[in-house]
């Protein structure tokens, strides 16, 4: 009874914590830049109204959290700038970073369609600003819309073949090989549409966070950067990563070398 309380009040704490750390704002999702790839942009103008009339927005700072694992989902969030990381912790509080969320996609609806706790922790990486849509405007919109329903299953097929991959990943290649696929990865998935200089990974991640992704202690990615600097493969720029030999990197990552 007791651990339950002290669960009780723990998460008491962090919704008051978000409550006074986070600025509310407001989003019109019909002038939304990131309307056009989520799937609001599946929905009439009625849908759109509904939905404008429910939602809350809000602002989060570089390092905040917007949803906790463990804790029941109440609605979705939509992201409408920035980028965030979702990531799982063990009973030993180390990290594991299972994925990223960049403008336009939303969360914490496979949850709110299993009717089950959230299993990620949602953490900004940079300035960012989501919109929460309470979880019975979303269900309603998935009873009534089949465009937004056939869209929601696909994006679950889609983050189940991501899963997956990572699996394999971690099965069957060693850190170095993973390494080299998780470079390449931010590489891509923070690239901009209209950046020229498309070789620097744009984000900022600290080494800790790399290693969660890549699965392996912090030390050992500062080594294996340090090596792949020195093999002319990446050029480290402060705390960015500029990749230098991106054919070098992908053979690596296919454990073709």
């Known amino acids: 009874m007791k651990c339950g309380l002290k669960s009780v009040n723990l998460q008491y ?8 750390t986070m600025q509310k704002t407001h989003l019109e999702c019909i002038n939304c830049d990131a309307k056009s790839i989520s799937f609001l942009s599946y929905c009439n103008e009625e849908e759109i109204g509904m939905v404008a009339a429910a939602k809350s927005c809000s602002h989060y700072k570089k390092g905040q959290s917007i949803f906790y694992e463990n804790n029941l989902p109440m609605g979705i969030y939509c ?47 940079e300035d960012s600003t989501c919109c929460f849509i309470p979880k019975a405007v979303f269900l309603d919109l998935l009873d009534k819309n089949s465009q937004i329903n056939k869209f929601m299953l696909k994006s679950l097929c889609h983050d189940l073949g991501i899963a997956d991959e990572k ?10 090989e993973r390494l080299a696929e998780t470079l390449l990865f931010l590489q ?17 991640l600290p080494r800790e966070d790399i290693a969660n992704i890549v699965g392996t202690a ?9 090596e792949f600097k020195a093999d002319k493969l990446i050029d480290l720029e402060g705390k960015k990563i500029r990749i230098m030999n991106k054919m070098a990197l992908e053979m690596i990552s296919q454990n073709s070398v």
Not at 167 to 172: G, K, P
Not at 188 to 204: A, G, P, Q, R, Y
Not at 218 to 226: M, N, Y
């Open 167 to 176: 699996i394999q990943s971690l099965a069957q290649k060693n850190v170095r």
């Open 79 to 125: 992201l409408s700038h920035g980028s965030i990381k979702l990531s799982r912790s063990n009973k030993y509080g180390k990290e594991q970073i299972i994925r990223f969320a960049k403008e336009g996609e939303f969360l914490g609806y496979r949850s709110v369609i299993a009717e089950e706790p959230l299993i990620v922790t949602a953490t900004c990486i």
């Open 218 to 226: 912090t030390e050992t990615v500062i080594r294996l950067l340090s």
């Open 13 to 20: 704490l962090l919704t008051q914590k978000i409550e006074f």
């Open 188 to 204: 891509k998935t923070f690239k901009e549409h209209d950046d020229v200089d498309d070789n620097l990974i744009s984000v900022t």
